[in-house]
């Protein structure tokens, strides 16, 4: 089973990346110039990058541009280095800044213009307030996970929303990864503050009263603690995305033994766009069409474990059946995001670690 990884390292310490990243600028600077003549284009992304090979080779049969990819840990780490190095860009574009880093981007002047032309089904997944700046591409959504069978097994049943993770019912049964330390638990931090609102810091204490236990990342919560990640654990629920589920299908079964809670779900979505002051925006523009288009699209599920924009992209045949996206995801205004998300990761820290 493979399911992609997102780690988030601290926020708490862009400061301490600042010289180093100040020497990746001029280091950046030089690579955006070796573009000049156009034929290749230097992209910066996540680390959960996986495009196939011969995806990127019909881009350059295509338009006769060469992409070089440069990975750059997670969406945090991505955005904040983009942030520092603004004045100096690391490259001609970027993929994979999401909704919960989005804003950051955009007020921070890191992106230039581009209104690409979208699929219809790609209009609501705009950045509100970043529209002809971030190009949506992607999107998935992180949720509760239960194991079914384990439940059925014990002969108890299994939760259905976010209330009943503070049940006693369920004490020691739910692992998730931390807000401060990967993409999904932060997403989940989210999700509950969408929910709870002001209450959000009640709720967690709840959480950890009631023995929820945080993992550092989504590896060692979902294929360490799960009880059905393969890893021999022995807590039944945890934070994972609506499409894990197809992935627990038993080799001759026809079902999953998992459940996404999809009434528990965040919606990350991740964007492109072009780099202010690129040696290369034309490139880029082009590259964004063209992750756009089919063959883009439909790479998508089975390499980034992502759900294509496009909504006339067919799904693999698993996940039409087993991972239906949720239909109300649970949302944050970017605003209230940008404005909180600092403070919200402290407020969480002192809870969980207390």
């Known amino acids: 089973m493979r399911i992609r990884v997102r780690s988030l390292s601290t926020l708490l310490t862009v400061g301490a990346l600042t010289a180093t990243l100040a020497a990746c600028g001029s280091s950046g600077s030089s690579d955006a110039g070796a573009t000049e ?31 070089k990819v440069q990975p750059q840990g997670d969406a945090g780490q991505l955005t904040n280095k983009l942030v520092l190095t603004k004045d100096s860009p690391l490259a001609d574009g970027v ?11 955009v007020d921070e002047g890191v992106l230039a213009a581009y209104d690409a032309d979208l699929p219809a089904s790609a209009e609501q997944l705009r950045l509100p307030g970043g529209e002809d700046r971030l190009t949506p591409v992607d999107y998935s959504d992180v949720c509760v996970n239960v194991d079914d069978s384990w439940f059925e097994k014990e002969g108890k049943q299994p939760p259905t929303d976010l209330d009943d993770l503070t049940d006693p019912a369920y004490e020691g049964l739910f692992v998730t990864p931390g807000a401060t330390t990967s993409s999904p638990g932060l997403a989940f931090l989210l999700a509950t503050v969408a929910a709870k609102g002001a209450d959000w810091p009640d709720y967690w204490q709840a959480l950890v009263d009631n023995g929820a236990k945080v993992t550092s990342g989504w590896s060692d919560a979902y294929e360490v603690d799960f009880t059905a990640g393969g890893g021999g654990g022995d807590r039944p629920i945890v934070l994972s995305y609506s499409s894990s589920p197809p992935f627990t299908v038993p080799e001759g079964g026809t079902e999953p033994t998992t459940s996404a809670l999809l009434d528990t779900c965040f919606r990350q979505v991740e964007y492109a766009g072009v780099l202010a002051g690129a040696e290369n925006p034309e490139g880029m523009q082009e590259f964004i069409d063209f992750m756009l288009g089919r063959e883009f699209q439909q790479a998508l599920p089975d390499t980034m474990y992502v759900y294509p924009v496009d909504a006339d992209v067919a799904l693999p045949e698993a996940w039409a059946e087993f991972a239906p996206a949720a239909e109300e995801p649970l949302a944050v205004e970017p605003a209230d995001l940008d404005a909180n998300r600092e403070k919200w990761l402290r407020e969480w820290r002192d809870i969980v670690t207390q």
């Open 95 to 105: 993929y994979g800044i999401d909704n919960t880093f989005g804003s950051r981007a």
């Open 37 to 67: 003549d156009r034929t290749t284009l230097t992209v910066v992304t996540h680390d959960s990058w996986a495009v196939p090979d011969d995806v990127l080779a019909a881009f350059t049969e295509q338009s006769g541009i060469t992409v």
